[in-house]
């Protein structure tokens, strides 16, 4: 008797320690925030992973710009603590125009990293729940926050304004001045969708921005 009055303690035992180690493992997930090393290495490894990738892309010129589609390749994705997606977005002819590397770390919120390059621009994005830092070509530009990229000596270098419904497309803003339309997917139904229902003629420093916000937008849509 007394033996297995011994063995039920030593079950109650290993279950408390159990459900506790359990419990605290539950904890550390859900308030897990990566720390700027963390964020730096993981950015290391995300262009290694697509450096193979980049020679093969096409000169990026306005031309290809305007005929940017929603079409990927060699797009994939992985779920688990750590959701991954990667692939090449193309032209309305297939031809590859941008990488992309995203990352999404475990936890509560919203944490990720994503690295994407054209020909001639690499961008980097570190995004916390409803803010996210912009790089372009290694050089941090921004805050993008509520839609707005803001500089920082506090101008505004950005707007993205999204539809107020599900049929409108979403406006790319630069400088106070509209230069480009983004597509709403949902709206699409042909076999080669455009990116972009318009594009205007902008200088390369708003260029630089704008595909910043552009490529930013058409990968969260995409990993949503």
């Known amino acids: 008797m007394r033996i297995i009055i011994v063995l039920i303690f030593i079950l109650f035992c290993i279950a408390i320690l159990a459900v506790s180690l359990f419990y605290l493992i539950f904890k550390l997930l859900v308030s897990f925030k990566p720390s700027s090393k963390s964020f730096s290495e993981d950015l290391d490894k995300l262009k290694k992973e697509i450096a193979l990738w980049s020679s093969n892309l096409v000169p990026w010129n306005e031309e290809e710009m305007e005929l940017l589609s929603l079409n990927q390749e060699k797009k994939s994705t ?12 193309t032209t309305i002819f297939h031809e590859p125009l941008f990488a992309y590397n995203y990352k999404k770390y475990m936890g509560k919120g919203n944490q990720a990293i994503l690295y994407a390059k054209t020909s001639h621009r690499t961008f980097s994005y570190l995004l916390n729940n409803d803010e996210t830092l912009v790089f372009i070509d290694d050089k941090k530009v921004g805050l993008l926050k509520d839609g707005n990229l803001v500089g920082y000596e506090n101008q505004t270098l950005a707007k993205v304004n999204s539809g107020e419904t599900d049929t409108l497309n979403t406006s790319i803003v630069i400088n106070d001045r509209e230069v480009a339309g983004l597509v709403n997917p949902s709206n699409i139904d042909k076999v080669n969708p455009r990116a972009f229902s318009f594009v205007e003629k902008m200088d390369t420093k708003e260029e630089a921005v704008f595909l910043s916000m552009a490529i930013l937008e058409l990968v969260k849509r995409d990993v949503a």
């Open 78 to 89: 992985k779920k688990g603590l750590n959701r991954k997606a990667k692939g090449i977005f």
